[in-house]
């Protein structure tokens, strides 16, 4: 007699794990495209600190902030609608930290964002700039 087979559950993907799946597809994709990664989950310290998903650069060297935004489906506008102008001031303000901090004439640069939704992804670039 045999003993029954047990089936193992997955336990529940936490919000960390769900965004860094996200996150490692925005990658990949953007490296398919010839983006070298240069910083991954940058973030300035303080209150009004930020955070930028992925830091790239492109084959002319320019600078890519990119920002990541997944959403299971549109609702509530989908994952574009997150990105308000409080998001992007904090990626902005990231992006400026990061630029200091080099040395030599700061490269040119843009903001873009990855949006992964209901299995696709959609790559805006210059989505929005510092103006």
């Known amino acids: 007699m045999g003993f029954p087979q047990i089936k193992t559950i997955a336990p529940p993907r936490t919000t960390k794990q769900v965004g ?4 490692d597809a925005a990658l990949h994709y953007l490296q398919q495209a010839h983006l070298h990664l240069l910083e991954r989950n940058y973030r300035t310290q303080g209150r009004g600190g930020g955070e930028i998903d992925l830091i790239m650069r492109t084959p002319d060297g320019t600078c890519v902030f990119v920002e990541v935004r997944q959403r299971k489906n549109a609702r ?12 992007q001031q904090r990626i902005i303000f990231a992006a400026r930290h990061y630029l ?25 670039q210059a989505a929005f700039d510092v103006g």
Do not use: Q, T
């Open 20 to 23: 860094d799946a996200g996150e």
């Open 76 to 87: 509530h506008g989908g994952a574009g609608a997150s990105i308000n102008n409080a998001k």
């Open 100 to 124: 200091m901090h080099l040395r030599g004439e700061p490269p040119p640069c843009r903001f873009d964002v990855v949006l992964l939704e209901n299995g696709a992804i959609e790559w805006l």
